[in-house]
Nanobody
Framework: AVQLVESGGGSVQAGESLRLVCEASPGTTTEYCIGWFRQIPGKEREGVAAVYRSERYSYIPQSVRGRFTISEDNARDTVYLQMNNLKPDDAGVYYC???????????????????WGQGTQVTVSS
């Protein structure tokens, strides 16, 4: 079974950076598309990055493009979300998720992802 564990969340000031880490069970990152999502209170779960096939395919939506980047280390089955210039609106719980439907990587539709981690909290103060 696919297992995902996020870490790296925390409390930062606006303008600072965080790097979130998603550790997956062996073989996951070579087989599945990995996405990062965030859940902000009162809003729908939003996709912020996806990567597939050793970064051959990656996608960052316009909402965070230029501030967020995604990368993966297949040897470690680990995916990273680098978040720079954080804003208070970025605060929420961040999840990584896996889908076998890699062709849909740019859709970042939560319903396409079958496996989810437990989430890591990001707090940004102004």
């Amino acid at each position: 079974a696919v297992q995902l564990v996020e870490s790296g969340g925390g409390s930062v000031q606006a303008g600072e950076s965080l790097r979130l880490v998603c550790e997956a069970s062996p073989g996951t990152t070579t087989e599945y598309c990995i996405g990062w999502f965030r859940q902000i209170p009162g809003k729908e779960r939003e996709g912020v990055a996806a990567v597939y096939r050793s970064e051959r395919y990656s996608y960052i939506p316009q909402s965070v493009r230029g501030r967020f980047t995604i990368s993966e280390d297949n040897a470690r089955d680990t995916v990273y979300l680098q978040m720079n210039n954080l804003k208070p609106d970025d605060a929420g719980v961040y999840y990584c998720a896996a889908t076998s439907s890699g062709i849909t990587y740019s859709n970042l539709t939560p319903g396409d992802y079958a496996y989810w981690g437990q989430g890591t909290q990001v707090t940004v103060s102004s």
